[in-house]
């Protein structure tokens, strides 16, 4: 098998590189094949510039992307996804796979973005919440469980976004029941749509985080009720597409997964984490920044 990223953002949103320079990036790395998944329009409520991609480009995007799908022929599959917001308007046009995110929660007709700043999110907690984070994480989930029916995804992206700015707990005890059953709760519904659920390291390549999203007790609590998973980066940058993968699939390993799925021109396949780990490291060997 070889390397896959699903998760991938390039200039047509809040990415660092162009489409072209992530899929030689991902060329170089040694992958098999690459997804884009440029975060989808949001409604008027947003700011735009933040992070989401205009409306007016995404036929660009989609050009862009096909492109390269026939210019990469024979050196890598390239497939086009959308990460579909919770709060973005239903997707135009056919895509290969959607990740289904939720960035924010809304409260006093207030939007309120989780992984923006820390003092955005600190504000934002204190004047919404009373600066009751387990409110924040109970408005969270309740949001995140309904993702998969908002957004049409097969896939969820980092499904504990919120917890970005809290390394070593320092907003909230992540342990605390109200957090606990917030977030199984909404897992729990989620894995009744069968979806994949993202190992996504992109937190680790951008210093807020030493380790993985989901945590270690959401993933044995989805493997517990036979949950999948994937892998990916939600890499912004080409020297940041295959970041911390054998953390990720070490990860996935102790926690008791034996499979990574990837997508295929046939659909999603299981491939053995095992083998996974070991590419992960080659690419590493061969200087990749894994």
């Given at each position: 098998m070889k390397l896959q990223n699903l998760h991938t953002h390039t200039i047509f949103g809040d990415g660092a590189g162009t489409a072209e320079e992530m899929a030689q990036g991902a060329i170089q790395a040694g992958f098999g094949s690459l997804g884009f998944s440029e975060h989808s329009p949001l409604l008027p409520f947003y700011d735009p510039d933040r992070y989401a991609m205009e409306e007016a480009v995404l036929p660009a995007y989609r050009t862009e992307v096909l492109r390269l799908r026939e210019s990469c022929q024979g050196q890598l599959d390239i497939f086009l996804g959308l990460e579909q917001d919770y709060d973005s308007p239903p997707p135009a046009g056919q895509f290969d796979y959607l990740i289904g995110s939720v960035h924010s929660v809304i409260a006093d007709n207030c939007c309120l973005s989780v992984d923006n700043t820390p003092e955005i999110l600190a504000e934002g907690v204190s004047r919404l919440f009373g600066g009751d984070y387990y409110a924040l994480a109970e408005t969270y989930y309740q949001r995140a469980s309904h993702v998969a029916e908002k957004t049409g995804c097969q896939i969820v992206g980092h499904f504990d976004l919120l917890t970005k700015f809290n390394e070593g707990g320092q907003l909230f005890d992540a342990s605390a029941p109200r957090?606990?059953?917030?977030?199984?709760?909404?897992?729990?519904?989620?894995?009744?749509?069968?979806?994949?659920?993202?190992?996504?390291?992109?937190?680790?390549?951008?210093?807020?985080?030493?380790?993985?999203?989901?945590?270690?007790?959401?993933?044995?609590?989805?493997?517990e009720r036979g949950g999948r998973i994937c892998i990916t980066s939600d890499s912004h940058s080409p020297r940041t597409l295959a970041s911390a993968f054998p953390l990720a699939?070490?990860?996935?390993l102790?926690?008791?997964?034996?499979?990574?799925?990837?997508?295929?021109?046939?659909?999603?396949?299981?491939?053995p984490l095992e083998a996974f780990l070991a590419e992960a490291r080659r690419a590493g060997a061969a200087g990749g920044d894994v």
């Open positions: 957090y606990v059953n917030a977030a199984i709760g909404a897992l729990e519904t989620l894995l009744r749509r069968d979806v994949i659920f993202e190992i996504n390291t992109g937190a680790i390549s951008r210093s807020y985080r030493s380790a993985p999203y989901p945590a270690p007790f959401l993933l044995r609590a989805i493997r699939a070490e990860l996935a102790a926690c008791g997964f034996q499979e990574t799925w990837l997508l295929t021109a046939e659909g999603f396949q299981a491939v």
